[in-house]
C-alpha cells in the first residue's frame, strides 16, 4: 500500500468512526447506555473473531487475554462515559472533551517515566484547557453540566487506554489484542446493563439500523483498519488525521441534528483542535505542516 493510500484510508476510517456520536445519540432515546455497548461490542467481537479465527489461534495467550481483558475495560469505562455525555449534551460538545484525551497521553508518558513535560506538552495542555473553557460558554458564561463532567471523564479513561495499548502491542499482536479487547467491553457492559435492569433487543427498524451502522462501520471497519493504515505512514502523520474526529463528528450534529455551535463554541473548536496538534507534532513537522496539509490535499505521498 502507498503512502497516499493508507493516508486516505486512515481519513475513511476516523471519519467513520466520528458517526458514532450521531448513532449513539440517536440509539440512546430508547436503549440505556450499558445496553447499547453491550450489543455493540458483543456483535463486534463474534465478527471479528469469525473473520480472524485462524489469527487469534494462532496468537492465543493468557498474557495476550489478561492484557485485553484490562484495555476492554479501561476503554469500557470511557466509552460509558462518552453515553451518559451524548445523553445529557450535544454531540459537538461530547466530542471535543473526550479528544483532549490526546493531551493527557503525553503525561501519564511522562509521570511513568518520571519526567517533567516539555514546554510545548504545557502550551498545548494550556491552549486545549482554554478551548475546553469556550466550548462550555452558554450565554456569556461557563455551563458546567453533568454531560461536560462525563466527557472529561471519558477523555481520562481514553488517555489511559491509549497509554497502556502503546506498552501492550509492543510483545503482542495488535488486531488479536483488539479482538480480545472487544469481547472484553462487549461483556463489561451486558454486566453492567444487567446490574442496573433488564436488557432488552431493539425492536424498531432504525434502532437497528443504527447499531448495525455502530458495529460495522464504526467498530469492525473503525477500529481494525486503523493499523493497517499506519503501517504505512509515521507516527506524527497519523497524529494530524486525530483532528477529523471532532470535525466530522460537528458536522453530522449539524447536520442531522440541527446543533449550533455559536461563535464561543467554534473558538473553542478551534483551540482545541490547535492544541492537540501541537501536543502532537515535534518541532519540526510544526514547520511543514503547511505542506503536509497541500500534500495531502493533493492525493500525493507526503
Not at 94 to 110: K, S, W
Not at 111 to 130: E, Q, Y
Not at 287 to 300: F, M, S, Y
Amino acid at each position: 500500500m502507498s503512502a497516499s493510500a493508507a493516508k486516505w484510508l486512515l481519513a475513511s476510517v476516523i471519519v467513520a468512526r466520528s458517526s458514532s456520536f450521531l448513532f449513539s445519540k440517536f440509539i440512546l432515546v430508547s436503549m440505556n447506555p450499558f445496553e447499547l455497548l453491550g450489543l455493540r461490542f458483543f456483535l463486534a467481537f463474534a465478527f471479528l473473531l469469525l473473520v480472524y479465527r485462524k489469527r487469534v489461534m494462532r496468537t492465543f495467550s493468557w498474557d495476550m487475554v489478561r492484557k485485553g481483558a484490562i484495555l476492554g475495560i479501561t476503554l469500557a469505562l470511557g466509552m460509558a462515559a462518552e453515553m451518559l455525555s451524548l445523553k445529557e449534551t450535544d454531540v459537538y460538545l461530547t466530542a471535543f472533551l473526550e479528544n483532549m484525551a490526546l493531551a493527557i497521553v503525553p503525561f501519564l508518558t511522562m509521570a511513568a517515566l518520571r519526567k517533567l513535560p516539555s514546554g510545548k506538552i504545557i502550551a498545548s495542555v494550556f491552549i486545549i484547557s482554554v478551548g475546553a473553557g469556550f466550548l462550555t460558554l452558554k450565554g456569556g458564561r461557563p455551563d458546567i453540566t453533568p454531560g461536560v463532567i462525563y466527557g472529561l471523564l471519558a477523555a481520562l479513561s481514553y488517555a489511559f487506554f491509549i497509554f497502556l495499548t502503546e506498552k501492550y502491542v509492543k510483545t503482542l499482536d495488535p488486531l488479536s489484542v483488539g479482538i480480545w479487547q472487544m469481547g472484553f467491553m462487549g461483556l463489561f457492559c451486558a454486566v453492567s446493563a444487567v446490574s442496573v435492569g433488564t436488557i432488552t433487543v431493539p425492536e424498531e427498524g432504525s434502532t437497528i439500523l443504527y447499531l448495525l451502522a455502530l458495529v460495522f462501520l464504526c467498530s469492525c471497519f473503525g477500529f481494525t483498519f486503523q493499523p493497517v493504515a499506519q503501517k504505512y505512514m509515521s507516527a506524527e502523520d497519523a497524529g494530524l488525521f486525530c483532528a477529523l474526529d471532532p470535525l466530522f463528528a460537528t458536522l453530522w450534529s449539524m447536520i442531522f441534528l440541527a446543533e449550533d455551535p455559536g461563535m464561543t463554541g467554534f473558538i473553542g473548536a478551534f483551540l482545541v483542535i490547535a492544541g492537540i496538534l501541537l501536543a502532537e507534532m515535534s518541532a519540526e513537522s510544526v514547520k511543514k505542516v503547511p505542506g503536509k496539509l497541500l500534500l495531502l490535499a493533493r492525493g500525493k505521498n507526503g
